[in-house]
């Protein structure tokens, strides 16, 4: 079945944080939420259900279990687990943040890649913890780890948790298995424990794969915990579901401890009867065509700001739907750059500085979208940065 992706759907007056937050008239590029309908499979479910108009306490059947589990074995090759290494709970940042509760003390540091997604830095910080930084290497357009710094981090004893991100947002890193393995092998030898966000592992472009951190290997699988849902991929972030999947016994225990703590143990039936319907054999294909359509939005974009920006760089996009980009040539704060584009030009963006990223100016450009709404998106950065 060929799925369209051109369709514009109007998402305004429907509280959507994407649309309606923004005034009338703005063009949103900035969270990370698709402007696509969701994998039609997933809506047919849905409808199923509402035909049973009482929406109580939802109990988790044993099938969920089962469609995760057999969803990243197939698909990504982990294996080794089973339903009884899996918490279900609201979201990955709920679960990120319960992890480090779980397995922190107040003062302990907690490792994470800058630049990196925003919420990483406010869910350490809300458990009474430290941010330490491994600042990736910025250069050729792409970003590397600097692996001296990453293991002399990893050598403080007060940094407990690695907190990976899976593919890497905002940089667009897809991490090769050689780097996942270096990652785990590092954070083994210093006894620091990997908190694994994989989130946008089903986005993937062309000619790049997704290894999940937990497939590297027994002690990998045991000293980590991943983070993973079908929201991001599949566009159903509304309907809050996430799984954790932890197969040491004793941190599993004092995870879910956290996660009934943090009172994120409850999920919605809509959220598990869509994670069912996802992880089926025609949810693969939708996403091989939902790929195949951002990765031509990447290229767009790429052709647009080449003929159009030249000296504004684009990073190398390996993974996700976020478009990275370089504005040093601008002798101001990526703060302002997308304030001004907001207010004089009607777009809105998402600035480096909340991804802890305070040494140059990036911008990060939401590519999930029909093709003409990134169109005229794009015509109004255009306008902005050369008016700037």
Known sequence: MEYQFDQIISRRNTNCVKWDEAEEGIIPLWVADMDFPTYPAITDALRRRIEQPIFGYTYVP????????????????????????IIYTSGVVPAISAIIRALTLPGDKVLVQ?????????????????????????QNR???????????????????????CNPHNPAGRVWKKDELKLMGEICMRHNVFVVSDEIHCELVM?????????????????????????TKAFNIAGLQIANIIAKDPEKRERIDRAINLHEVCD???????????????GGAEWLLQLN???????????????????????????????????????????????ERLYREHRVWLNDGEMYGEHLKPFVRINLACPRKVLEEGLRRVAEGLQNM
């Open 114 to 138: 800058t630049p990196v997604y925003n919420c990483f830095f406010s869910s350490i910080r809300n458990q009474g913890c430290l941010v330490e930084e491994n600042r990736l290497i910025y």
């Open 267 to 281: 999920v919605n039936p809509f959220g598990v009867i869509a994670t069912e319907a996802a992880y089926t054999d």
């Open 206 to 230: 062309p000619g790049h794969e997704y290894t999940p951190f937990a497939s590297l290997g027994e002690d990998l699988l045991k000293g980590s915990a991943t983070c993973v849902a079908p």
């Open 142 to 164: 792409t970003y590397e780890i600097d692996w001296d710094d990453f293991e002399e981090k990893c050598a403080d004893s007060r940094v407990r948790l690695f907190v990976l």
């Open 292 to 338: 195949v359509y951002i990765h031509e939005n990447y290229k767009f974009l790429c052709q647009f700001f080449e003929n159009n920006l030249p000296k504004f760089p684009v990073v190398t996009l390996e993974g996700t739907y976020l478009a990275w980009v370089d504005c040093s040539v601008l002798a101001m704060s990526s703060s302002e750059i997308v």
């Open 62 to 85: 044993q099938s969920y279990y089962e469609s995760v589990i057999g969803w990243f074995r197939q698909r990504h090759g982990l294996e080794g687990v089973t339903p009884a290494d």
